[in-house]
């Protein structure tokens, strides 16, 4: 008889798991042994929940770009007019820049892929659709896809900069951008 014993957490708990392997390890050193053990689970889980690595990949990037829209809807949810709005992307470009490095290395790494396999450029596609929506609340749509663009290059620039700009630049290139000519 089964002991009826089940772990409705696991699915997860792999998810997580292989996001932090990515993050720490890279990409290219992620396997389901890896993963399993991660994660304190089975071998067999790993092809019981997911039909390959691909599939569990897909999951976890989705959850990952869940989070950063999510964070994007933190800051940009607020604001009730432009120079709010504008003072809101330079906190969230700092907030993108200053956050933990397993944010900026699970990005860059989502990215590789996508850029290397069309197949997860819609994981991609999505996360910039879905962050220009929150955008788009405070900005027109062109100049919504700027600041997206904007954002991710400053966050990325800051980040690895060994002497990263400071706010005031930051505010500076958003106004720039937000403002139109006359």
């Known amino acids: 008889m089964a002991t009826g014993h089940t772990d409705p957490q696991r699915r997860e708990r792999i998810i997580a798991a292989t996001l932090d392997l990515i993050a720490e390890e890279g990409l290219p050193r992620v396997s389901h042994r890896k993963i399993a053990a991660r994660a304190g689970v089975p071998l067999g889980s790993m092809t019981y929940h997911f039909s390959g690595i691909d599939e569990l990949l897909h999951e976890a990037f989705g959850r990952f770009t869940d989070h ?3 964070v994007f809807d933190t800051y940009l949810s ?7 709005a504008r003072q809101a992307v330079a906190d969230l470009v700092h907030t993108l820049s200053e956050g933990p490095q397993r944010e900026l290395v699970l990005t860059q790494e989502l990215y590789t892929l996508a850029a290397r396999r069309p197949e997860y450029r819609a994981l991609t ?5 879905r962050s220009r929506i929150h955008l788009e609340k405070h900005f027109d749509p062109d100049t919504a896809r700027q600041l997206d663009a904007l954002i991710e290059g400053l966050a990325l620039h800051r ?4 002497e990263p700009h400071d706010r005031d630049l930051t505010l500076e290139a958003i106004t720039r951008i937000t403002t139109r000519a006359s």
């Open 125 to 129: 596609h999505e996360w910039m659709r």
């Open 68 to 70: 950063i829209v999510a």
């Open 78 to 84: 607020a604001p009730t007019d432009r120079d709010q």
């Open 159 to 162: 980040a690895l900069a060994r």
